[in-house]
């Protein structure tokens, strides 16, 4: 069945190390987004693309996160440098933009030492 | 220093009981609002919609109630049983064009007890 697939379930990484997050949304989705949940904030949404063309980024740390599409089957977030505080589940949700629903992944679930 | 971390709403019912979960949001120019259930582990899981051109909308076992006025938004869930435990989130659109880019409630924690 149709589902967004997110990699890796979990990581834990080195405060300073690259963090690359991947997610396959559903094919055929035209949007795509990147959302962070933590105890403290809950749900955010951090990035929004829109066939492939980033929409709002405003809720993204813009010094040390990125999000791209690099094509239609393929949405990445990369933390550089990482830091404690990033410690977080970070979900992927995509969906059609004629439609509602939006679809969310299981998340990857990063841990900062 | 301390973690304290969101204190979210709970609710604890018997199996077979109606549940009701409460929401209230904060901008006037939503116009589509939505609940998530997410079980633990679990990316958030659509439950139900709704337009605000609408004041009531069913489903299967749950009815999404919507109050412009007082801005609230409630979501009934009939007859619970022990899987529906889970986070409840209520999202909106924050007045907004994209139905995908949601602004989330704090969620609320609802216990089933068998």
């Known amino acids: 069945d149709a589902r967004v697939t997110q990699t890796p379930r979990h990581k834990v990484t080195e405060m300073g190390q690259e963090v690359t997050m991947r997610c396959q949304p559903i094919?055929?989705?035209?949007?795509v987004f990147w959302y962070r949940q933590t105890m403290m904030q809950g749900l955010e949404l951090l990035a929004y693309?829109?066939?492939?063309?980033?929409?709002?980024d405003s809720g993204m740390p813009k010094d040390r996160f990125s999000a791209e599409m690099p094509d239609a089957t393929l949405a990445t977030l990369k933390i550089q440098p990482s830091e404690p505080r990033d410690s977080a589940v970070y979900f992927c949700?995509?969906?059609?933009?004629?439609?509602?629903?939006?679809?969310f992944g299981q998340g990857t679930r990063l841990t900062v030492v | 220093g301390e973690n304290v971390g969101l204190h979210l709403p709970t609710l604890s019912v018997q199996e077979g009981d109606n549940s009701i979960i409460n929401c209230a949001y904060s901008?006037?120019?939503?116009?589509?609002f939505i609940w998530y259930k997410q079980e633990s582990g679990k990316g958030p899981q659509f439950i139900i919609d709704?337009?605000?051109?609408?004041d009531k909308r069913q489903g299967q076992r749950v009815t999404v109630l919507l109050n412009k006025t007082v801005k609230h938004l409630s979501l009934q869930i009939a007859a619970t049983q022990p899987g529906d435990s889970a986070v409840y989130f209520c999202?909106?659109?924050?007045?907004?064009?994209?139905?995908?880019?949601?602004?989330f409630g704090q969620g609320t924690i609802l216990t089933v007890h068998p």
């Open positions: 709704i337009r605000s051109n609408m």
């Open positions: 094919l055929g989705h035209n949007t």
């Open positions: 999202a909106d659109n924050a007045g907004g064009t994209s139905y995908g880019k949601l602004t």
């Open positions: 949700a995509s969906g059609l933009l004629q439609e509602t629903e939006a679809f």
């Open positions: 693309f829109r066939n492939r063309a980033p929409l709002d």
């Open positions: 901008n006037s120019a939503s116009d589509y």
